[in-house]
């Protein structure tokens, strides 16, 4: 799958409330030794159908985000093409948001 690594800023709480408004949510929180843990656990739980992973700038957390139907995050934030890049190297989103590169990177699997 392709994966979106969101460049353009947005407010954090925006970007949440905006997703807990088309999906439930659920959050892994980690510190820094158990990080690589919790992103595998993470990872696993976005093997269901209609999940989406959020991983955010500055955050000590994974979150899930899962709906009963298909949903299009560009129409739900009216985002661009030039609002984000994608990737199917699933690291990416990770390293980007790690790096100060990106505010958010969305799994998708």
Same mark, same amino acid.
């Given at each position: 799958?392709t994966h979106r690594?969101l460049?353009?800023?947005i407010?954090?709480y925006?970007?949440?409330?905006? +997703?807990?408004?088309h999906?439930e949510?659920?959050d892994?929180?980690f510190?820094?030794f158990s ?7 993470? +990872? ?9 992973? +959020?991983y ?24 661009k ?6 990737t199917?190297?699933?690291?990416k989103?990770?390293?980007m948001?790690?790096m100060?590169?990106a505010?958010a990177?969305?799994?998708?699997l």
């Amino acid at each position: 799958m392709t994966h979106r690594i969101l460049t353009k800023w947005i407010e954090p709480y925006v970007l949440l409330e905006t +997703l807990k408004k088309h999906f439930e949510m659920k959050d892994y929180t980690f510190d820094g030794f158990s990080k690589n843990t919790v992103k595998k656990e993470f +990872l696993k739980a976005l093997e269901k159908e209609n999940t989406l992973g +959020l991983y955010m700038k500055n955050v000590n957390k994974f979150y899930i985000f899962t709906s009963l139907k298909k949903i299009d995050l560009d129409k739900i934030f009216d985002f661009k093409p030039e609002d984000y890049e994608t990737t199917e190297d699933i690291n990416k989103p990770f390293d980007m948001v790690d790096m100060g590169k990106a505010e958010a990177g969305f799994i998708i699997l």
